[in-house]
C-alpha cells in the first residue's frame, strides 16, 4: 500500500540539496584561514560537490525504482548526517572535503520527492505539486546564505556544519515516521524488461522533456554566470545592490511556479510548459529590442531577465512531470537523469559565458546567450507536441 508523507516533508527533503550547496558559501575564506589552505583547495566543497553530487544523482534514480524510495531515502539521509557531522569535527581540509563529500547524499531528497509525487499523483496534479515544491527550490537558495552568513559570524563556520546535521537527522526521523513506500508495485500485465532503465533512454519522448528542462534551466545558470560582471561594468550597480537584481530572475521564478499551480488544473502541462518557453524567449527577444533602441538601465535589462525567471517556473514543473511519466516505474530514474543533465548543461553554459564575456561585454552579448538557451528549450518542448501527436496518429491507425 501507498502512504505518501505530508506536503511539509517533501518541502523539506526538496529544500536540503540547494541549502547543502550554498549555505556554506560565506564562510568558505574562514574555514580557509582555520585550516590553513589556500582558498582554491576549500573551493572544492562547492565544485567537487556539484560533481559528486550529478553522479549520485544518476545512480540514485534507478536504484529506488529498484528497491523503493524509502530505503534509498533513510540511508542517502543517514549518510549526509554523517557527513555533516565529520565536517563540524574536522581538524584539516582533507578530512572535511571528504565528509562534505559524503553530503551529496542530499540530493537523494530532491530527486526522489519528484519521484513520490509522481508515484502519489496523476495528471495535472503532478505539476501542481512540482509547482509548489519548485517555489521552495527558488526560496531556499536565497536564503542559505543569509542563515549560514549569520551562524558564521555569531559562532563560527563550524555551527553550519552542526546545523546540517542537525537537519539530516530531523528529516531521517521525519521520513522514517512519514513516509512509506510509494514505488508503484509491477502488475502481471507489465514488460518484464519495463524496470531497465535502458528502456528509459530510447524514449524520444523522454529526452525532449529532459532536454526541454536542461535548456530551461541553462538561460539560468548563464545569467548567474554573467549577470554580476555586467551588472558592476555596464550599469555600475554597487555589492549592496547586486543582490536585489540578480534576485530578480528568482523572482520571476517563483511568480511562474505560483501561476503553473494554479493553471494545470485547466489548462493542459505540456501547454504551459510551451507557453513558458514563449514567455522566456519573448522576454529575451524583448530586451534586445530596448538595448536595440539605446534605452540601456538596470531597470530595462534586469527586469526583461525576470521574464526567463517566469519562463522557466510556467515550464519546470510541467516539464519534469512529463519525464517522469513517459515511463511511470521509473520516475526515479528519469528525475534522477534529468537532474544530472540539468547540471552538467549548466556546468558546460556558465564556463562558455565566462569565455563569451570579457570586461567589455555589452549587456547584449548575455541577453543573446539567454535566448539562444530559451529557444533550446523552446524547441524541445515543440517537439514534445509533435512526438504526442505522432503517437496519437499511431494509435488512431
Keep these: 500500500m501507498r502512504t505518501p508523507p505530508a506536503p511539509t516533508t517533501l518541502f523539506m527533503l526538496a529544500a536540503l540539496p540547494p541549502l547543502t550547496l550554498n549555505m556554506i558559501a560565506p564562510s568558505l575564506t574562514n574555514i580557509a584561514t582555520d585550516l590553513q589552505v589556500g582558498y582554491a583547495v576549500i573551493s572544492l566543497a562547492l565544485g567537487g560537490y556539484l560533481a559528486v553530487t550529478a553522479l549520485v544523482e544518476l545512480a540514485i534514480g534507478p536504484v529506488a525504482d529498484r528497491i523503493g524510495r524509502r530505503p534509498v531515502l533513510l540511508t542517502a539521509l543517514a549518510v549526509f548526517t554523517i557527513g555533516s557531522v565529520g565536517c563540524a569535527l574536522a581538524q584539516s581540509a582533507t578530512v572535511l572535503?571528504?565528509?562534505?563529500?559524503?553530503?551529496?547524499?542530499?540530493?537523494?531528497?530532491?530527486?526522489?520527492?519528484l519521484a513520490i509525487v509522481r508515484d502519489t499523483e496523476d495528471g495535472p496534479d503532478v505539476a501542481r505539486r512540482l509547482g509548489r515544491i519548485g517555489m521552495v527550490m527558488a526560496l531556499a537558495p536565497m536564503l542559505g546564505p543569509v542563515l549560514g552568513s549569520l551562524l558564521d559570524a555569531a559562532v563560527g563556520w563550524r555551527a553550519v556544519f552542526g546545523l546540517y546535521a542537525a537537519v539530516g537527522a530531523g528529516l531521517l526521523l521525519c521520513v522514517w515516521i512519514d513516509l512509506g513506500e510509494t514505488l508503484p508495485r509491477p502488475t502481471g500485465n507489465e514488460d518484464p524488461n519495463e524496470s531497465?532503465?535502458?528502456?528509459?533512454?530510447?524514449?524520444?519522448?523522454?529526452?525532449?522533456?529532459?532536454?526541454?528542462?536542461?535548456?530551461?534551466?541553462?538561460?539560468?545558470?548563464?545569467?548567474?554566470?554573467?549577470?554580476?560582471?555586467?551588472?558592476?561594468?555596464?550599469?555600475?550597480?554597487?555589492?549592496?545592490q547586486l543582490g536585489i537584481f540578480v534576485g530578480s530572475i528568482t523572482a520571476g521564478f517563483l511568480v511562474g511556479s505560483f501561476l503553473t499551480a494554479r493553471l494545470v488544473p485547466c489548462v493542459a502541462p505540456d501547454t504551459i510548459m510551451l507557453a513558458g518557453r514563449i514567455v522566456a524567449c519573448a522576454g529575451m527577444l524583448a530586451g534586445l529590442a530596448v538595448l536595440g533602441a539605446g534605452i540601456a538601465t538596470p531597470l530595462t535589462f534586469f527586469g526583461c531577465t525576470i521574464f526567463v525567471g517566469m519562463g522557466n517556473g510556467l515550464t519546470m514543473p510541467n516539464a519534469n512531470a512529463g519525464a517522469m511519466s513517459v515511463r511511470p516505474r521509473l520516475a526515479g530514474s528519469a528525475a534522477g537523469v534529468t537532474g544530472a543533465l540539468t547540471l552538467a548543461g549548466g556546468a558546460a553554459l556558465t564556463s562558455l559565458t565566462g569565455f563569451v564575456l570579457t570586461r567589455d561585454a555589452v549587456p547584449a552579448a548575455l541577453l543573446i546567450l539567454m535566448l539562444l538557451a530559451s529557444f533550446a528549450g523552446l524547441v524541445a518542448a515543440s517537439a514534445v507536441l509533435v512526438l504526442k501527436k505522432r503517437g496519437r496518429r499511431t494509435v488512431a491507425a
Design 97 to 113: 572535503l571528504g565528509f562534505r563529500m559524503l553530503q551529496a547524499g542530499a540530493i537523494a531528497g530532491f530527486v526522489l520527492s
Design 196 to 240: 531497465r532503465t535502458a528502456r528509459l533512454f530510447r524514449e524520444p519522448l523522454f529526452w525532449s522533456y529532459a532536454l526541454c528542462t536542461a535548456f530551461s534551466t541553462g538561460a539560468f545558470y548563464i545569467f548567474i554566470a554573467g549577470a554580476p560582471l555586467i551588472a558592476v561594468a555596464a550599469f555600475g550597480i554597487t555589492t549592496a
